[in-house]
């Protein structure tokens, strides 16, 4: 499993442990996010994000080590220097096991804040996700627009729906419209030039699933 790294991005995904939905109703949805701003926010850039009822796609950017290192410093009361009889002795480094520890905490803090609250509400019991999420790590433009495509696509790839614009809970709407609380829109339309070309982008892949599906009808 690809280890989160500080200025990487990832394509991160993840199911319901089982055959359960982890989202049923527009609430759980917007509680989800609402944790998700709260843990992830803070270590991620987030780029693209799409949630369904069993399962949910995310294209982040992990931050810069020195942000990464200065939140641990500030949770976890870490030094920058250690001290001997007043004076300065040397500097006290988080190591990069520290940073990878950390990131995948928030991530595991989201999920567990998020299924105790979906478990009182619904009166269940249990893990609501698989423990270990999925990610892979982005190495180049091409990957880093399809990622954010498919991301968008997921809910018509699924049956959902026939358009970008009909399932409320994916980022595409929020970038299209430059309005957004999650997403780092200006950062993302810059890699795709622009609005106009980002939505053109999606069109021509949309259009060729919609070709590719059409074909394997029989």
Sequence with gaps: MEKLIPNLSYHIFNHANGFENIFSEDENYRFFLDKYKLY???IAET???CLLPNHFHLVVRIRRKEVIEELIRNKYNFPKVSFD???V????NVSDGDIE????KQFSN??????????RMYKRMGSLFIKNFRREVILDKEYFLNAVVYTHRNPVHHGFCNRYTDWSYTSYCEI???RSEVIDVNKLLA???SKEHFVDFHKQNLDKFNQSTELEAP
């Design 40 to 42: 992830i926010a803070p």
């Design 47 to 49: 780029y693209a994000y």
């Design 85 to 87: 009889f007043g004076k």
């Design 89 to 92: 002795r040397e500097e006290v």
């Design 101 to 104: 520890k950390y990131l995948s």
């Design 110 to 119: 989201l999920f567990s804040s998020y299924t105790q609250s979906f478990n």
């Design 176 to 178: 299209s419209e430059r």
């Design 191 to 193: 890699v795709f030039k």
